[in-house]
């Protein structure tokens, strides 16, 4: 694959979180379109855009997970992430450190 923008991305990222459970609840569709990211992800360039891109995809890979046996409490806390990552950076709050301590937090 061609190198890709960290934008384009991150907009296919967005676009996959916002139709989680919107337009589509299948998890092995959810595993599909993560294999897609995964696949852009792999074509970014610049080093730190690509390690942010994979710290995403460590998040979208647990959702896949929890999608495969709903009902763990690891699986709320990555839907809780994935959700707060969905939204536009003017509604988000914190410093991008704040951000991911939180985020890291709910992960563990």
Known sequence: MSSVDYEVFDSARRKLVRAWWR????????????????????ALTDEEDRARAYRYLKTLDDLVCEARSPESET?????AVLLRAGRPASEVKGSPIERIELDSADLR
């Open 23 to 42: 337009e589509f609840t299948d998890p092995e569709e959810l595993a599909t379109r993560v294999a897609r990211l995964q696949v852009q992800a792999a």
């Open 75 to 79: 699986g709320g806390r990555a839907e």
